[in-house]
Each structure stands twice: as structure tokens, then as C-alpha cells.
């Protein structure tokens, strides 16, 4: 079976600071990976998508970037965190055409 | 602008009774449509998923959709405390189907009475 892990769970981090949260699929090949982020009253907004090894696709013009090294690894990156981007940061996969997402434990970010 | 549009609730049940959510979109082309429960402070969880018009059951969970009105919606029968979360509805509103990310509804929050 499929599951999906997020690291870390947690994180405060100061305004400026860099950040790197990282997911991982295992039990499937070739996923869809998807980054989302939940702030506080509001809805998930996805954030990037990534269908193969390296190839990327942003949907929102922000301070953050995405990478994949790996098939079943994505990353979200920051330069430099801004207040705003405090939020829970959701990682998900799908396979094929179907669109079914199913989503990790998620990482909660507190930017002070 | 694709929107997906839920009720924020909360929508209180009494336990044992039906509790219907429901959810419209703006993009007359989409083609998948999904529900998702969420407990405080966890991640969405898949409950159902529907692509074509009418109803589909699972359990205790009915999805029904019709697409001439732009409408999907859950149907919870014999409510339990346990059902108690915010449900989010999504769309994948790519027409070719396919991995674009979907877009979700803000969610209702559901309440069920002992």
C-alpha cells in the first residue's frame, strides 16, 4: 500500500529565515505530487505541482519554490520566510488521470 | 476565476439523523468531484469520489451530482458524534482530466449532536 510521509510535523521559524520541508511517496511509482498550504480560516490553495522528476508547475507567484530530485520526493523551499507564510502545509499524490489526491500529515509552520 | 462554494456552517445534526452538505462550481467543464473530511488540526481524508451525474453510495456516504446545475453534494445517513469534522469539497476542473491540482471549497463545518 501507498503512504505518504512529511517532515518536519512542526516548525517556528523568524521572518527571513530559509526553510525546507520535505515529502516522500512510497509504494507507487511515477506520482503526481502536489504542494498545498491551509492558512488560518481559509481554504487549501495549491501551491505547485509536479508530474515526473524535475518538471515543476507554480500556481501562485509567491516567495516559495518546489523542487522534485526524485520520483516519489518533492520539496518546498524559501529563500527568506516571510509572516504570511505562516500556514499547515500539505503535501499529496495521485496516479494517472484519475485526479484522486490523497494527502500526507502535513506541516505546521509558524513564522514569528 | 474557478470557484468551488460550500456553506461554512456549522451545520448542526442531531445523531442519527441525515446531514447534507453541499458544494457548487463555477466551471461548467469540470469533470471530477470529490469529498474530503478533516479533523481539527489533521489532514484531508478522501471519502468519496463521483464523475458521473446521479448518485453514488459508500456505506453510509451518498455523493449525488448534477452537472446541468453545477451542484454535488454528501449525504451522511445515521450521523454519528464521530462525523463531527470540517468536509471539503473539490474539483478538478482541468475538462482533459488529468494531474492538475484540484480546487477546493473552504468547508463545512459539521456538528453532531449525542
Known amino acids: 500500500s501507498q503512504t505518504i510521509h512529511q517532515w518536519p510535523a512542526t516548525l517556528v521559524q523568524p521572518v527571513g529565515s530559509p526553510l525546507s520541508l520535505e515529502c516522500t511517496v512510497e509504494g507507487t511509482s511515477n506520482p503526481n505530487l502536489y504542494w498545498y498550504r491551509q492558512a488560518a480560516g481559509r481554504g487549501l490553495q495549491l501551491l505547485f505541482y509536479?508530474?515526473?522528476?524535475?518538471?515543476i508547475s507554480s500556481e501562485v507567484p509567491q516567495n516559495l519554490s518546489a523542487s522534485r530530485p526524485q520520483d516519489r520526493q518533492f520539496i518546498l523551499s524559501s529563500k527568506k520566510l516571510l509572516l504570511s507564510d505562516s500556514g499547515f502545509y500539505l503535501c499529496?499524490?495521485?496516479?494517472?488521470?484519475?485526479?484522486?489526491?490523497?494527502f500526507g500529515p502535513g506541516t505546521r509552520l509558524t513564522v514569528l | 476565476q474557478k470557484e468551488v462554494e460550500q456553506n461554512s456552517g456549522p451545520l448542526s445534526v442531531p445523531e442519527g439523523a441525515i446531514a447534507s452538505l453541499n458544494c457548487t462550481y463555477s466551471d461548467r467543464g469540470s469533470q471530477s468531484f470529490f469529498w474530503y473530511r478533516q479533523y481539527s488540526g489533521k489532514s484531508p481524508e478522501l471519502i468519496m469520489f463521483i464523475y458521473s451525474n446521479g448518485d453514488k453510495e459508500d456505506g453510509r456516504f451518498t455523493a449525488q451530482l448534477n452537472k446541468a446545475s453545477q451542484y454535488v453534494s454528501l449525504l451522511i445517513r445515521d450521523s454519528q458524534p464521530s462525523d463531527s469534522a470540517t468536509y471539503l469539497c473539490?474539483?478538478?476542473?482541468?475538462?482533459?482530466?488529468?494531474?492538475?491540482?484540484?480546487?477546493f471549497g473552504k468547508g463545512t463545518h459539521l456538528i453532531i449532536q449525542p
Open positions: 509536479s508530474v515526473g522528476i524535475g518538471q
Open positions: 473539490a474539483v478538478n476542473m482541468n475538462s482533459g482530466g488529468g494531474a492538475d491540482g484540484l480546487t
Open positions: 499529496a499524490w495521485s496516479v494517472g488521470a484519475s485526479g484522486t489526491q490523497y
